[in-house]
């Protein structure tokens, strides 16, 4: 605990949930408090996060509690919008269909931050092929591939292993079964929507992120989203410092300033046709490296 000029006792806690301007908050005891956050915190744009440690004073006679600081962030992502995650879960099912240029979207923002990525293929009781295709595409970067089927609880210890220790966020299309695979891996009852009513009320089953600490596990559920909008300000040359399976071809190309896209002696196409890297994931990197240049030549607009 520390004093603030007050005289009223700080306490330390983590946000598991923001709803409106109200935030709920746990200790490491865990208790849970209901509080708001201090108006300096607002002015300097510094919104409070699921995931962020904070330290607050706790209500006291019916008055309202206030977050007071939060701590320096590990890591920040904006959609979902948490702190501190060190491993993002990205979930994709075969259905609805997997959109895998959302899902490198996602990776290279994740990379940028920091964190490790895991790949869940959910609803393989629906088909078996999807996790073999993307165990496939991913081989070059490394990231696992956990095939499940979170409805009959298949394939889950394996994952829950590999969460285990690190505060972790679940991420990826609505409907892809992110709620489903938490209740089935902590044992809780979150709500789960089905896929047509979700279509048609054009709604998220799943509204905003919460982080769960149930089963020695730690880890956010979130809202699923469909979009995510191109980064602004990303430089072109600063894209492919976020796919580490370049990073050994990286100095080896024809050209000092190869961007890995279509230039003569890129070895990078090379590491592409020789098997090294699956041209689905290059071909992704040249649309994504496409949007990053067209939106840099616009940056000033
Ligand atoms: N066949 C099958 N269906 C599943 C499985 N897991 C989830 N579903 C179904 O998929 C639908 C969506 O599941 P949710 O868990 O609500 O999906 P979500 O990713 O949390 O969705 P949002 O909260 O909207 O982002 C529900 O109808 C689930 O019953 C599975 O392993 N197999
Ligand atoms: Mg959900
Ligand atoms: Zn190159």
Known sequence: MAEIETGRLMTQG???????SFYTVRTREGETFTLRAQKKLRRARLSPLPGDEVLFV?????????????????????RPPVANVEVLVIVVAPEPEPDLLLVDRQITRAFAQGMRVLLVVNKCDLEEGLADE???EYASVEIPVFPIAALEGR????????MGGTLCCFSGQSGAGKS?????LLSLRLETGDLSRKIAR???TTRSAVLLEEAGLRVMDTAGFSLLEAERNLAPETLKERYPDFAPYEGKCRFHQCLHDSEPGCAV????????IHPARWRRYRTLLAEARENWKNRYN
């Open 14 to 20: 983590t946000i598991t949930q923001g709803i409106g």
């Open 58 to 78: 706790p209500p006291e006679d019916g008055e309202q509690g206030w977050i007071e600081t939060i701590l320096p962030r590990k890591t920040v992502c904006l």
């Open 134 to 136: 993307l165990e496939a």
């Open 155 to 162: 394939g889950l210890q394996p994952l829950k292993e590999a």
């Open 180 to 184: 489903t695979t938490l209740n089935a």
């Open 202 to 204: 054009g709604k998220n």
């Open 269 to 276: 196409a090379e590491a592409v046709a020789r098997g090294a």
